[in-house]
């Protein structure tokens, strides 16, 4: 080997070392490690059938409404959804317009799958939701075929992926015929860019022939995703009925109410919190209206040996028909308490019944 060659070799290693050292020192890479799952993480999480499909769903899953936008720490973001897959959760809920700023949600989770779990995306069930403005202009929000396929088209780009496991109807459209929506979904199915079809949000009688359309037209109704709580029980009335005679999966989103049900607001309204806020959906004026009830349920809980959001969560898994409940958690140890819950579903006529007379 010639004496020009070994120098130009060592020239390189030399550049190779540099550039190594400096790209290890990146801000932007600091906080990268290589990710590995929990060998055991599907040891303690139960999972349930959604409806009449093959399809189980962890009785747990983490939606991403909140605390995964753009404004949001990515590694933090990061670290919550490492954790919950860890965990079992392999259900990971969102929609075209969370964020903020709406989109941004979907590119965050979008960025984790790519750097971390893309290895095990087979392990896992995505949703993605359209349905709420989107964009301007006539066809940025409800529920016509134009605004479903463009936004199908959208999220799939930004979370990177070729297709969802359930995409939803978010919300009922009063003005599209019921069959146009239905259709879309089912065209969606159809072209590959999701596995099953869901809707969120419609009404007992809307839910009903949703499911009839969708059955005909060969792609079934796999999951409704209804609000639900202990402070919000209008889904008992009839909707989980519907369900459970259409052979649909159900899993409910809000079933903190928003932060009530948990120890947050027993001493007053913190000032970072939700109901402290000028914007958003949790209004200052609805606390001293249910504190009353949430302390006479944070006595129940506390009694059961649970934090009254622990309790919230397992009441709701009581109930067969209900598939999974979704949760957000600002930080992973807001995550390990929600999973926590599942050390204790079982309750007893005289709690089913104090939690009635409370509630009721």
């Known amino acids: 080997m010639s004496r020009m060659v070994v120098k130009v070799m060592r020239r390189t290693l030399r550049l190779i070392n540099f550039w190594k050292s400096r790209l290890k020192k990146s801000p932007l890479l600091m906080n990268v490690v290589d990710y590995a799952p929990d060998q055991s ?59 903020p700023p709406p989109g941004s949600a979907e590119e965050t989770f979008g960025k984790i799958l790519r750097q971390d779990l893309a ?16 964009w301007p202009g ?28 359930i995409f939803y109807s978010h919300r009922p459209d009063p003005e599209t015929p019921l069959e146009e929506t239905m259709t879309a979904l089912d ?26 359309l969708l059955k005909q037209l060969g792609t079934p109704c796999l999951i409704h995703q209804p609000r639900y709580n202990m402070l919000d029980r209008w ?7 519907v369900l459970e005679i259409k052979k649909m999966g159900c899993i409910v989103y809000s079933p903190l109410a928003q932060g009530l049900l948990t120890d947050r607001y027993l001493k007053g309204i913190p000032s970072d919190s939700r109901a402290a806020k000028p914007h958003g959906f949790l209004k200052k004026e609805r606390v001293p209206e249910v504190l009353p009830v949430i302390s ?29 409940v979704l949760i957000g958690a600002s930080s992973v140890r807001q995550l390990d308490d929600s999973l926590k819950s599942l050390k204790n579903c079982e309750f007893s006529q005289e709690e089913l019944q104090a939690i009635d007379t409370v509630t009721g």
């Not at 940025?140 to 992926?161: C, F, H, N, P, T």
């Not at 065209?187 to 009839?212: C, F, W």
């Open 41 to 99: 993480r599907y040891q303690e999480m139960a999972y349930r059938r959604c409806g009449d499909s093959g399809i189980r769903l962890p009785a747990i899953s983490l939606g991403l409404w909140h605390n995964f936008g753009h404004v949001d720490d990515f590694s933090n973001s990061r670290a919550i959804l490492l954790k919950a897959f860890d965990k079992g959760i392999t259900h990971f809920d969102l929609a075209n317009n969370y964020g």
């Open 187 to 212: 065209h969606i199915v159809r072209q590959g860019k999701a596995l099953y079809v869901g809707i969120s949000n419609y009404p007992p009688d809307m839910t009903s022939r949703a499911a009839e």
């Open 296 to 324: 006479r349920l944070n006595a129940i809980a506390q009694k059961r040996g649970q934090s009254l959001a622990q309790m919230s969560l397992v009441w709701l898994l009581k109930d067969k028909r209900i598939t999974s």
């Open 138 to 165: 006539p066809y940025g929000e409800w529920g016509s075929r134009k605004y479903l396929v463009a936004s199908i088209d959208q999220s799939l780009k930004r979370m990177g992926l070729d297709y969802v496991d």
């Open 119 to 134: 290895a095990w995306r087979d392990e896992q069930i995505i949703s993605t939701k359209a349905g709420y403005q989107m």
């Open 235 to 241: 889904a008992e009335k009839e909707l989980l009925d």
